[in-house]
């Protein structure tokens, strides 16, 4: 955990605003305010693009090159609190580290984040945010994230933020008894963000909303 992580070196944008997003967030249903307090400190206008600095804190998504975007702070929110509902967790695996703004705050939330990314410009690109952050605990890799990091696993939390068709079998190997993963399951045209979660005897599915990600697309670029 890294929870006594300074960022005031970056840059503080008005207060004013991230203070909205957080109330944007509370009207939305996000009240874990561990999750809110680690959101409106964390510089979400180091991970997009210079010109969209200053929409980096309204809760929509955007762009970050190589055809990929950035999640709504809302969706980062809601995953990160579904993942941890039912308490702290070690270690978790991200599949699609983007911008790198999911694993900072993921970060700051639990002991140890592993995050995998498939195109290798962007990776390093988040990998330059997590040192010029300072942020420790994360270790990310290049590769298909589809057949998670096996050697890292088993985790305590999977999350997945580009969307498969059905769930993979390696990533469900990869999870701990006990374990939760949240993912966007289906198309282009419609996603479910579901939560997978493992028991010693079975693994049961519940389906939270509709949600609209990326494909998760296999292979590395
Ligand atoms: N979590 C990110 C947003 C992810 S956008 C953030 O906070 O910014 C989805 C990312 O998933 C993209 O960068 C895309 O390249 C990546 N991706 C898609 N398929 C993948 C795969 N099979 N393995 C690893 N990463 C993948």
């Known amino acids: 955990m ?3 992580l300074d960022f005031s070196g970056v ?13 944007r967030l509370l009207e939305q249903g996000v009240t874990d ?10 510089p979400r206008h180091v991970f997009v693009d210079e010109a969209l600095a200053h929409r980096a804190y309204e809760d929509t998504a955007l762009p970050i090159g190589f055809n990929q975007t950035i999640s709504q702070p809302y969706i ?6 579904v993942l941890l ?11 699609g580290t983007g911008s790198g703004y ?18 290798s410009g962007m990776l390093d690109r988040a990998a330059s945010k997590f040192k010029l952050l300072g942020v420790r605990n994360i270790s990310h890799r290049h590769a298909d994230g589809g057949m998670g990091w096996p050697e890292q696993g088993p985790y ?25 993963m949240v993912v966007p399951l ?22 939270l909303e509709r949600v609209k990600f990326v494909p998760l697309v296999s292979g590395k670029a």
């Open 76 to 81: 980062v929110a809601r995953m990160t609190e």
């Open 102 to 119: 999911q694993a900072v705050v993921l970060a700051q939330l639990v002991s140890k984040v592993f995050t995998v990314e498939r195109i």
């Open 11 to 23: 840059g503080m944008t008005s207060q004013r605003t991230r203070n909205r997003l957080i109330e």
């Open 156 to 180: 305590d939390g999977i999350i997945v933020t580009a969307s498969p068709m059905r769930i993979p079998e390696e990533l469900i190997a990869q999870l701990n008894v006990g374990g939760r």
């Open 2 to 4: 890294n929870s006594d």
């Open 186 to 207: 289906g198309n282009g045209q419609g996603q479910e963000l579901v939560l997978v979660t493992r028991t010693a005897s079975e693994v049961t599915t519940e389906v």
């Open 33 to 42: 305010t561990r999750i809110l307090e680690v959101i409106k400190s964390t």
């Open 85 to 95: 509902a039912e308490g702290p967790l070690e270690n978790v695996l991200e599949v």
